[in-house]
Nanobody, 115 residues
Framework: VQLVESGGGLVQPGGSLRLSCTASGFAFSSYVMSWYRRAPGKERELVASISSTGGATHYAESMKGRFTISRDNAKNTVYLQMNSLKPEDTAVYYC?????????WGKGTLVTVSS
């Protein structure tokens, strides 16, 4: 089982990034997928979740309108489009897969928002 995040990097305030998380070793299309983040000195927090079919999404309040989660089950990949980035969005972003009591995490990708 593997979840590999990519797409992080350094971006200026107001900029955009698209994160990807590619899965292998399990039935990706059956799992709810989520993005979490951990900012320096803070606890990990939920960013967004998407149902197994992609038909339902949920966002943390502070991300609504700026972030969009999507998935491509044919590519075993979940995405996080991040727009209007702010310095407080600086964090390591992780993807998580959940199906009942099964749970898998990626190792994260660092996003730094700074001028």
């Amino acid at each position: 089982v593997q979840l590999v995040e990519s797409g992080g990097g350094l971006v200026q305030p107001g900029g955009s990034l698209r994160l990807s998380c590619t899965a292998s070793g399990f039935a990706f299309s059956s799992y709810v997928m989520s993005w979490y983040r951990r900012a320096p000195g803070k606890e990990r927090e939920l960013v967004a979740s998407i149902s197994s079919t992609g038909g339902a999404t949920h966002y943390a309040e502070s991300m609504k309108g700026r972030f969009t989660i999507s998935r491509d089950n044919a590519k075993n990949t979940v995405y996080l489009q991040m727009n209007s980035l702010k310095p407080e969005d600086t964090a390591v972003y992780y993807c998580k897969a959940v199906l009942n009591r099964l749970e898998y995490w990626g190792k994260g990708t660092l996003v730094t928002v700074s001028s």
